[in-house]
């Protein structure tokens, strides 16, 4: 059974391709991944997206920042695992 017209009517009310998912096995019995509908949804998606504002800073006023988990390493010396963590810190800049 095809899902595609389903898909594409939730997809373009804004509904979210988690939530599409989750809707599709619960409501009909869908057996296929999360990755099947987001390949169709991005299939979907062909146009870029608009941008809703603009953000304009001056230099160093604002600031992205991203943290995460990162790769377990070992000790060289112990032996012992050790979990990493990464933080980027990116500070607005306005090149002339």
Sequence with gaps: ??????????????VCGTTIHQALVEQFGFTGSYSSVR?????????KPEVSCMLDFAQAEAA???FGKGPAITDAYTGERIKTWIFVITLCFICL
């Design 39 to 47: 390949r169709l949804m991005h299939k979907l998606h062909k146009a």
């Design 64 to 66: 992205k920042v991203d």
């Design 1 to 14: 059974m095809s899902f595609e017209k389903q898909i594409e009517k939730w997809f373009n009310t804004g």
